[in-house]
Nanobody, 119 residues
Framework: VQLQASGGGLVQAGGSLRLSCAASGRTFSNYGMGWFRQAPGKEREFVAAISRIGTYYSDSVKGRFIISRDNAKNTVYLQMNSLKPEDTAVYYC???????????????WGKGTQVTVSS
């Protein structure tokens, strides 16, 4: 599976961005999909995931971010609202064929896209 993320950029605090991740190579609908982020000097952390069972969010983004997928387009999205400076990071999309979307279960990583939120 090849994953290509896009949609990052510079936005003011309180603004919104939508990230997209296009997948190719395997049956997209079979995979749990997720978004992770990594800020400078910090470890990569879970942001959101979507599977056949449901959607999951980290506490830090719950209520502000929405993950969705369009299996017909082989694409997963992350709508980010009410952005804060602490959301600044490189965002990575990921795919897993296993139960649960964590850094240890991810099978495929996409290249990151930079999100910068100015105060």
């Amino acid at each position: 599976v090849q994953l290509q993320a896009s949609g990052g950029g510079l936005v003011q605090a309180g603004g919104s961005l939508r990230l997209s991740c296009a997948a190719s190579g395997r049956t997209f609908s079979n995979y749990g999909m997720g978004w992770f982020r990594q800020a400078p000097g910090k470890e990569r952390e879970f942001v959101a995931a979507i599977s056949r069972i449901g959607t999951y969010y980290s506490d830090s983004v719950k209520g502000r971010f929405i993950i969705s997928r369009d299996n017909a387009k082989n694409t997963v999205y992350l709508q980010m609202n009410s952005l804060k400076p602490e959301d600044t990071a490189v965002y990575y999309c990921a795919a897993t064929s296993r139960v649960g979307v964590t850094t240890s279960t991810v099978d495929y990583w996409g290249k990151g896209t930079q999100v910068t939120v100015s105060s």
